[in-house]
């Protein structure tokens, strides 16, 4: 098992353009974890889910973002018609059910809305 | 609102001494610290943790205290080695939103030879 996987690395976007995001977490952790981290702060919680339902979502998730985990395995994040504001580093995480909140984070997607 | 503040943007330190980070929180609901340690291009990695229960927790050169009187977390490493230069989050969660963690803004450790 290589961790958690995201893809892309990076991502370079006009602004108004959706963009999307993928994440695949380790495969036996049942839950999985948005965060978006912007320059000098600390990562910011988005979303999570345990297995394919959606269970907590922050109120800085705006109707233009939406995430899915279909089948409880891989998710996506998708921004829509997207703003300079949106520019920063999204990050995925996994945790195991019985993992006391310290997760496995992945190496993030820095996106750039220009 | 910043529930989670690392006031040191930046601490140097020499090799062999001790690191200590400091971390406030203005939240009483948490009940569970955690530290983070990031690399450049890589995602925050998960370093030691404490409960609200305990007031210190050892994991070879990682020792985390947790004041809660005082709202007051610190991380010390001792010794300090080259390999500790990186970012270092602390993070922390309560009984309400349990799975979420609420991020300090993180501080460059840098141990100089």
């Known amino acids: 098992d290589t961790g958690v996987s995201q893809d892309p690395r990076h991502k370079i976007t006009k602004r108004g353009q959706n963009v999307t995001f993928r994440c695949d977490p380790i495969s036996e952790h049942n839950r999985l974890y948005w965060y978006r981290q912007t320059l000098g702060q600390g990562p910011e919680f988005l979303t999570y889910?345990?297995?394919?339902?959606?269970?907590?979502k922050s109120r800085l998730l705006s109707d233009r973002f939406s995430a899915e985990r279909p089948k409880g395995s891989f998710s996506t994040l998708e921004i829509q018609r997207t703003e300079q504001g949106d520019s920063a580093m999204y990050l995925c995480a996994s945790s195991l059910l019985r993992t006391k909140r310290s997760y496995t984070f992945g190496s993030g997607t820095r996106l750039t809305v220009v | 609102d910043q529930q989670v503040k690392q006031n040191s943007p930046s601490l140097s330190v020499q090799e062999g001494r001790i690191s200590i980070l400091n971390c406030d929180y203005t939240n009483s609901m948490f009940d569970y610290f955690l530290w983070y340690k990031k690399y450049p291009a890589e995602g925050p990695t998960f370093l030691i943790s404490?409960?609200?229960?305990?007031d210190k927790n050892e994991d070879g050169r990682f020792t985390v205290f947790l004041n809660k009187s005082a709202k007051h977390l610190s991380l010390h490493i001792v010794p300090s080695q080259p390999g500790d230069s990186a970012v270092y989050f602390c993070?922390?969660?309560?009984?309400?939103?349990?799975?979420?963690?609420?991020f300090g803004q993180g501080t460059r450790l840098t141990i100089n030879p």
């Open positions: 404490i409960s609200s229960i305990k």
């Open positions: 993070a922390a969660s309560g009984l309400q939103g349990a799975q979420k963690l609420v």
């Open positions: 889910f345990q297995n394919e339902a959606q269970l907590e």
